[in-house]
């Protein structure tokens, strides 16, 4: 597959349309899966792992006519092909260079489902989808299990459940989570007393790129740790309840600063999108937090001739290897600064044009 | 007395000294004590992981259990945190338990189960269970028997 195709278009989760989408920016759930008589990661030779994906690729062309994948083995991609498949959250930074031997993803048009081979577990499944929708996405990787499973023998056991590398994904393997954008939250202040609740019931919080990432741009990761004892519906209602909460106390707060401060809200919006387009140097980092601004501005109705897609869409073309696959060629950090500028000073001048 | 690890008389008796005042007695015959020798030395209480101590197991060795099918011990699954293969699960049961009710706050699965679990589950039930029943063979050198419990594993193991 020629990764250059994906490039001009968004995968299906960054639409911005689904529900309670002024808040959830995305719905992900990944099952984990090993094969039974083979060893795990740790334990397997090249022989073993180039065993595990010719079985995955052979039950691949048997999954649900609803999300037809298609294989792309990593060890043959270059390292920006593989920071770009991260950025596009289809694989892990491990799978891209923390690991060794035969490994990949195979991977739906739409960008919904993946299936990561020979990470931690031998199959980690994986359905993505915009804004709120932890039923739908159920759904859809529950089919996908399904059909995966009438070719592979999968490790499970009766006390147990599916068995998997690492005691913490054991039982049903699932972990699901929901991508929140909080800036009103971060903007009164309220954000880490949410989080300090959330602890107590045993959820985590992480940044965009899960574990050990940084939280930018205001968007959090909210998952499930348990995965013992629980059936996944009951998994699954659990994080729904605390998610709704979560919408709540945002929603108040947008409403607060409205309220409280909606000219000072108004100009942090201006100068964000002036900065934004006027900028020539401007790093990831900056980007994503003046981003964030504007996607509250919108959902504020402070601005309204920005499409929310439009800058979901710049959320991920302006990271480093997206923008280096739109560049054509490698870039330094200077340069990629300097590109990134460019990209959105022409990006947002598109969407400023009065409509006809 | 018989050995702690296989039916033979122990003829051996060693006395581990674990700690100030703690000592521990270790009866062997003159095979297992050999291997037992060259084992790694069991470290103090102090440098033991958390769970893995109170277990009153009379085969826990100074790696504590070892997975017959990958080779590790639970030890090194400690150190570690990944297990070698699935059936780490049953050859580590008993350290596992107070581990995954400490991380999940509960041992047993209540979710799905695979649906040609019939015939997979039923297979790897008797995979662990002839596992156990050929090591046991081994020891008592019922060769003739061994070989025929090995043939059965292959057979379900390619199935």
Known sequence: MNLDSLLPHLGEWLRGTGPESDVVISTRIRLARNLAHLPFATRATPAHKAEVVARVKDAITHAPPAHPLEYVDIP???????????????????????????????????????????????????????????????????QLDDALETRLSYAFHIQFGYLTACPTNVGTGMRASVMLHLPALGLTKQIDKVFRALQKINLAVRGLHGEGSRAFGDLYQISNHVTLGKSETKILTEIREVIVTILQYERQARQALLKERQQAEQDRVARAIGTLSSATMITAEET???????????????????????????????????????AGHSLDGEERNAARAKYLKTKLREWSLPRP | MKCQRCPKQATLHITEVLGEDRYEEVHLCEECAKKYLLEPQKKSTAAKPPIADDSEDAEAAPTGPVCDLCGISYIEFRNHGRFGCANDYEAFKAELLPLLESIHGDVRHLGK????????????????????????LVTEENYEEAARVRDRIKELENS
């Open chain 1, 76 to 142: 043959q991609l270059s390292h920006l092909d593989r920071q770009f498949l991260v950025e596009r959250q289809l694989i892990s930074r491990e799978l891209a260079s923390g690991l060794e031997g035969p490994r990949g993803v195979a991977f739906d048009p739409t960008e919904t489902a993946s299936v990561m081979v020979n990470e931690e577990d031998h199959l980690r499944l994986q359905v993505l989808r915009s804004g709120f929708a932890l039923d739908e996405a159920w759904h859809d990787i529950d």
């Open chain 1, 288 to 326: 994503m937090e003046l981003l964030s601004a504007v996607r509250l501005g919108i959902h504020l109705h402070l601005i309204d001739n920005i499409p929310v897609t439009a800058v979901n869409q710049l959320f991920i073309h302006t990271q480093a290897a997206h923008l280096q696959k739109l």
């Open chain 2, 113 to 136: 189960t695979p649906r040609r679990m019939p015939r997979s589950q039923g297979a790897q039930v008797e995979l662990v269970t002839l596992r156990r029943r050929l090591q046991q």
